[in-house]
């Protein structure tokens, strides 16, 4: 009854480097969504993954982000080439079907970038 | 752009008293939802009130949904310190994906 999981709960990178966050949402659910949240604020879409179909890739601030689901399951978020404005929590969130019902957000990753 | 919009931005209140938080949105909804996060990490659903809907109980939380004015609102009553956190509505007028209000934060004082 493992609910999603994110790892690593915390990364520390240097201005310029790439960063992988991971996802893995609850077994089953065939929605999977990336937000930003920075300090005090409220939550930022990035990318929105349903089943096999071409991903919503509409949030993402700029090219050196990028996301995929391997196998309808686990998902990669990269930056490349990060900057300090990319700190902030990453949070993963899953849903069982296709429509914007109940979301169930793994713990996040606080990325910061020095 | 975040289309819903909570205020206030914070409130603080003693514990025993209700909380009401508002939230404003710009477009049709097919629905909107309240989260709670604790601590700036995951955010756990609350309720969710569809736009045919005027009013939803869950135990101590109440929301109400106006769509004539574009707003709903969450009412926590007999609040505890353990409500100490940051409340979020999200609305779906965007199809499948959420879009998030900036949220309010609750500090119930013991």
């Known amino acids: 009854g493992a609910g999603v999981s994110q790892s690593p709960s915390n990364k520390v990178t240097e201005k310029g480097k790439d960063v992988e966050l991971r996802c893995d949402p609850i077994s089953g659910h065939t929605a999977l969504y990336w937000y930003r949240q920075s300090l005090g604020q409220g939550l930022e879409f990035l990318i929105y993954f349903q089943g096999n179909s071409a991903p919503d890739k509409s949030g993402l601030p700029s090219d050196r982000f990028s996301a995929e689901r391997t196998g309808g399951s686990v998902s990669t978020l990269t930056i490349q080439r990060t900057q300090q404005e990319d700190s902030a929590v990453y949070l993963c969130?899953?849903?069982?079907?296709?429509?914007?019902?109940?979301?169930?957000f793994g713990p996040g990753t606080r990325l910061t970038v020095t | 752009s975040q289309q819903g919009e909570e205020d206030p931005q914070a409130l603080s209140i003693q514990e025993g008293e209700n909380a009401t938080m508002n939230c404003s949105y710009k477009?049709?909804?097919?629905?909107l939802q309240w989260y709670r996060q604790n601590s700036g990490r995951g955010l756990v659903h609350l309720i969710l009130?569809?736009?045919?809907?005027r009013e939803k109980h869950s135990g101590r939380l109440r929301v109400t949904l106006d769509t004539s004015k574009k707003s709903s609102s969450l009412l926590i009553t007999a609040s505890r310190a353990a409500d100490t956190a940051s409340y979020f509505c999200?609305?779906?007028?965007?199809?499948?994906?959420?879009?998030f209000g900036e949220g309010t934060q609750l500090t119930v004082n013991p």
């Open positions: 477009t049709s909804i097919n629905n």
């Open positions: 969130a899953s849903s069982a079907t296709r429509t914007a019902t109940e979301q169930y």
């Open positions: 999200a609305t779906d007028s965007r199809g499948s994906r959420l879009t």
């Open positions: 009130i569809r736009s045919n809907e």
